[in-house]
C-alpha cells in the first residue's frame, strides 16, 4: 500500500502474554520510529530505526520491550509478560529522511491498540 | 534536549470563529517544528512544518502557525473553524537527535 500499514489493529491480551506489532513502513523510507500513546499522555517516542539499526532506543520503558527491523523494511515491536499498565495505542510511523536533521516529514500508522486484561 | 507545551488541553469554537491553539517549545539547537493533526480513529497526519526557511508557514485546510523565535512559540492559527477542524491537534519539535518530541495534545471542539 501506499501508507504506513500496522497490524493488528486491536489485540486483546492477558497479564504476563507476549504480544508483537508489526509495522510496514513507506517503500523506501529508511527511517522508522514506534510512539506509544496514552489517554492524556500525548506521544511516548520509544525507539528510533536508521536502517536496520537503533541509534536511539532511549524511549523503550522497560527490558520486557525490545523492537526489530529487518531489511530495512519491516519492524516489529515485541512485549513480553504485558502488564495493564502497557495498555496503549502502539504507532508506528516513517520518514524519508531522519526528521532531526534535516526536518523529514513523519507519516503515521493508524496504530495498534493494545489492552492488557 | 527538546520539550513542548501546549496549552488548553481542550479548545471549544463556534463554526466561522478564529482558532488559535498555543505551543511554546525549549530546545538548546535551533529547532524543527511542527503541527499534526489526528482524526479520530486515525493516524496523524501533518499539517504544516518549519524549517527555518520562513517564519509563517502555511499548511493544509488553512492552518498557519508562526514562529517567534523570542516568544519560542509556534501557535497554530485558522481564520475562519469550520466542523471538520474537530480533530486533536500536536505540536511537535526536533532539537538534536533524530526523534520529534510531541506535546500533550490539544482537543479542538467546533460548535454550531
Known amino acids: 500500500g501506499a501508507g504506513v500499514s500496522q497490524s493488528p489493529s486491536n489485540k486483546v491480551t492477558e497479564k504476563g502474554k507476549d504480544v508483537e506489532l508489526r509495522c510496514d513502513p513507506i517503500?523506501?523510507?529508511?527511517?522508522l520510529y514506534w510512539y506509544r500513546q496514552s489517554l492524556g499522555q500525548g506521544l511516548e517516542f520509544l525507539i528510533y530505526?536508521?536502517?536496520?539499526?537503533?541509534?536511539?532506543k532511549s524511549g523503550l520503558p522497560s527490558d520486557r520491550f525490545s523492537a526489530e527491523r529487518t531489511g530495512g523494511s519491516v519492524s516489529t515491536l515485541t512485549i513480553q509478560r504485558t502488564q495493564q499498565e502497557d495498555s496503549a495505542v502502539y504507532l508506528c510511523?516513517?520518514?524519508?529522511?531522519?526528521?532531526?536533521?534535516?526536518?523529514?516529514?513523519?507519516?503515521f500508522g493508524e496504530g495498534s491498540r493494545l489492552t492488557v486484561l | 534536549a527538546q520539550s513542548v507545551t501546549q496549552l488548553g488541553s481542550h479548545v471549544s469554537v463556534s463554526e466561522g470563529a478564529l482558532v488559535l491553539l498555543r505551543c511554546n517549545y525549549s530546545?538548546?539547537?535551533?529547532?524543527?517544528l511542527f503541527w499534526y493533526v489526528q482524526y479520530p480513529n486515525q493516524g496523524l497526519q501533518l499539517l504544516l512544518k518549519?524549517?527555518?526557511?520562513?517564519?509563517l508557514v502555511k499548511g493544509i485546510n488553512g492552518f498557519e502557525a508562526e514562529f517567534k523565535k523570542s516568544e519560542t512559540s509556534f501557535h497554530l492559527t485558522k481564520p475562519s473553524a469550520h466542523m471538520s477542524d474537530a480533530a486533536e491537534y500536536f505540536c511537535?519539535?526536533?532539537?538534536?537527535?533524530?526523534?520529534?518530541?510531541f506535546g500533550t495534545g490539544t482537543q479542538l471542539k467546533v460548535e454550531l
Open positions: 517503500s523506501g523510507h529508511t527511517a
Open positions: 530546545s538548546s539547537v535551533p529547532p524543527y
Open positions: 511537535a519539535v526536533t532539537g538534536g537527535g533524530n526523534k520529534l518530541t
Open positions: 510511523a516513517s520518514s524519508l529522511y531522519p526528521t532531526g536533521g534535516q526536518g523529514g516529514e513523519l507519516f
Open positions: 518549519y524549517t527555518s526557511a520562513a517564519t
Open positions: 530505526f536508521q536502517g536496520n539499526s537503533a541509534p536511539d
